[in-house]
């Protein structure tokens, strides 16, 4: 099973369950720089746009845009109805709707800005979803993708490495993880210009800092290949990974680190009735030199 199997996709996020435990521990472990900070700050806002946000989950974007006061429709698509269902409880100033990226049921050019977080290694035809934003842009309008840079804890994926040998449900997890490089920085930068003709990739480094292996196995047992396990099963991956872990922290706490890349482009097609310019790209970079 692979990250962009429909199969996976399904078990995984039928509810914002595992997800939120995810959510959950980078909030409470992470430090460095701010995620949403650099996300403002590359699509800079003036509250008026009408965005939609696909592969949205529990619609936390959209939602705190609107709490902040963004004025503009706000859109989230997921695929998933148990999101879909949690989201529209949690954010009633957002639309939100039932829907999957390659196949959007909204006109052409509907649409200012167009983001998709941490979704697009999820979908078996990213090239098909890619038109279906760039078609629902309007013209000017901008694209940015928000996806894990290859190398993205790395750490922790050595430590499944090496109990991955001897535990193949633990080995699972690294099939899981080779699936999101369909949509890495590498990838992606080359899919997103195809697609749109422009590209910029910036960067943003942190971190994760566990004080003890107890979140550690919770984060990984969020994961489709450790659910479902028999209890004895459980137990003893659990024991296993423990011990694994346990040299990670002799100084007290582990540090994994994050590096998350932020793939953007302006739909450039202009209708021959069109008046606004297309908006340019500023020059990509570093946000922060990553730790
Ligand atoms: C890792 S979550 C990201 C949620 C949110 N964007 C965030 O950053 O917290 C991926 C989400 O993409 C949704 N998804 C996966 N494939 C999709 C598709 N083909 N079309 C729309 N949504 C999809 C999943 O249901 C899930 O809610």
Request: a negative charge; aromatic letters at 8%; charged letters at 25%.
């Amino acid at each position: 099973m692979s990250l962009n199997s429909p199969a996976e996709v399904a078990a995984q996020y039928a509810t914002d369950q595992h997800l939120r435990t995810r959510i959950e521990t980078h909030r409470r472990y992470g430090v460095g720089p701010d995620l949403e900070a650099a996300v403002d700050r590359l699509l800079a806002l003036c509250g008026e746009e009408t965005l939609l946000d696909v592969g949205t989950g529990p619609g936390n974007f959209p939602g705190r845009l609107r709490a902040e006061g963004h004025r503009g429709r706000l859109v989230g698509v997921d695929l998933s109805a148990g999101m879909v269902e949690g989201a529209t409880r949690a954010y009633p100033g957002v639309e939100f709707v039932q829907a999957s990226a390659d196949a959007l049921p909204f006109p052409e050019g509907a649409f200012d800005v167009v983001t998709a977080r941490h979704m697009l290694y999820h979908v078996p035809d990213v090239p098909a979803a890619l038109a279906e934003f760039a078609r629902v842009l309007r013209p000017g309008g901008h694209f940015l993708a928000v996806t894990n840079a290859s190398g993205y804890m790395g750490e922790l994926w050595e430590v499944v490495a090496e109990v991955a040998t001897d535990e193949p449900a633990v080995g699972r997890l690294l099939d899981s993880r080779a699936g999101s490089a369909v949509f890495s920085e590498l990838e992606g930068e080359r899919q997103v210009r195809e697609a749109f003709g422009n590209v910029r990739v910036d960067f943003l480094g942190s971190a994760l800092v566990f004080p003890a292996p107890e979140p550690v196995l919770a984060y990984l047992e969020s994961m489709t290949p450790l659910q479902r396990l028999a209890r004895d099963d459980r137990t003893r991956i659990r024991a296993t990974l423990r011990h694994a872990l346990a040299p990670r922290f002799q100084a007290g706490e582990w540090r994994v680190s994050k590096r998350v890349a932020f793939i953007s482009a302006v739909r450039e097609e202009r209708p021959p009735d069109a008046s606004s310019a297309p908006r340019a790209l500023p020059e990509p970079g570093t946000f922060y030199p990553g730790e």
